[in-house]
T-cell receptor
């Protein structure tokens, strides 16, 4: 089984709808992240959480919210989806105990299309 | 100046070729450096960390030049399976709120038979 899972894997929604993307991990990592990837723009950080009680905005948090329900679960919400939120969304985890070589492990991604 | 810059490519090379990718970063306080690989429509995966002394993993060699703020990846004897996008990644801090990764946009490699 995959260590980092994301649901759904693909989603089509309409402008104005509220949607939630979910991420679960079995790696036991404290740190979790949400990114979006757009063609030509690379990966951009939306939100990150260093533990259950810690939530931080990333580079592009506007229009998004997150919830860290447990160490293993980190969900991303689009309260009112808009077409420019069409993108590939990745969840990632990391273990700060590995020091400066802290590596991020990514989920398989959720492909979101907002019509 | 963007924080992490890479040549987007694509690099089209024949099997067996040697290919080199370069990356520059703008934050001189950057602490650690990585190359990730991303296959089409898949998630990024760590290829290798980059150490100051340079490091090698099979056909892959990574080098870091802190003075020039420059990172490189050399792939020798390219295989068809090396076709992917290679992401240069920099950690701008260590621990706390600065312990996040900055990703380059990636360099696309296509290895042809």
């Amino acid at each position: 089984d995959a260590d980092v899972t994301q649901t759904p894997r693909n989603r089509i929604t309409k402008t104005g709808k509220r949607i939630m993307l979910e991420c679960s991990q079995t790696k036991g990592h404290d740190r979790m992240y949400w990114y979006r990837q757009d063609p030509g723009l690379g990966l951009r950080l939306i939100y990150y959480s260093f533990d259950v009680k810690d939530i931080n905005k990333g580079e592009i948090s506007d229009g998004y919210s997150v919830s860290r329900q447990a160490q293993a679960k980190f969900s991303l919400s689009l309260e009112s989806a808009i077409p420019n939120q069409t993108a590939l969304y990745f969840c990632a985890t990391s273990d700060p105990g590995t020091g400066q070589q802290e590596t991020q492990y990514f989920g398989p991604g959720t492909r979101l299309l907002v019509l | 100046r963007k924080e992490v810059e890479q040549d987007p490519g694509p690099f089209n090379v024949p099997e067996g070729a040697t290919v080199a990718f370069n990356c520059t970063y703008s934050n001189s306080a950057s602490q650690s450096f990585f190359w990730y690989r991303q296959d089409c429509r898949k998630e990024p995966k760590l290829l290798m960390s980059v150490y100051s002394s340079g490091n090698e993993d099979g056909r892959f060699t990574a080098q870091l030049n802190r003075a020039s703020q420059y990172i490189s990846l050399l792939i020798r004897d390219s295989k068809l399976s090396d076709s992917a996008t290679y992401l240069c990644v920099v950690n701008i801090g260590y621990g706390g709120s600065q312990g996040n990764l900055i990703f380059g946009k990636g360099t696309k490699l296509s290895v042809k038979p």
